[in-house]
């Protein structure tokens, strides 16, 4: 599994797996019953501490992205493809809530950030065809 920490982020190294696992699920690029790296296994391969990938995979739980079975390890969870919908517009929503809320509160009106929403959603897509 390739993930891209960074430390020059100001996103926690743990909220960086958590991101990019959850992404790679949500995507399908990590299948259902995919077997994950241990959790010391991830930690050296990262060159992270074992509790930073024992919180991000306990997060990951919670979220019934992933499973345990005692002695075997940690493996992607069967999620369809509503629930992966509805798992990406919650995160959506929390992450999109507090900046919205500050547009709006600096007097930017609601067609103004739609219209902001929609070129970086265009500019995206053009680097994606690049």
């Not at 696992?21 to 296994?41: E, K, M, Q, T």
């Not at 509503?82 to 067609?111: T, V």
Request: aromatic letters at 4%; zero cysteines.
């Amino acid at each position: 599994m390739i993930l891209h920490l960074t430390d020059l982020s100001d996103e926690p190294l743990q909220s960086q797996i958590v991101r990019q696992v959850r992404a790679n699920i949500l995507a399908g690029d990590l299948a259902p019953g995919y077997n994950l790296p241990s959790i010391r296994a991830l930690a050296r391969e990262q060159k992270v501490s074992v509790i930073t990938v024992q919180r991000a995979y306990e997060t990951l739980l919670r979220q019934e992205l992933i499973h345990s079975r005692r002695g075997k390890g940690f493996f992607v969870s069967t999620i369809s493809n509503e629930q992966k919908r509805d798992i990406a517009r919650q995160h959506l929503f929390a992450s999109l809530q507090k900046p919205l809320l500050a547009a709006l509160s600096e007097g930017l009106s609601e067609e103004n950030v739609l219209a902001v929403v929609r070129e970086i959603i265009k500019s995206e897509t053009r680097k994606a065809e690049a």
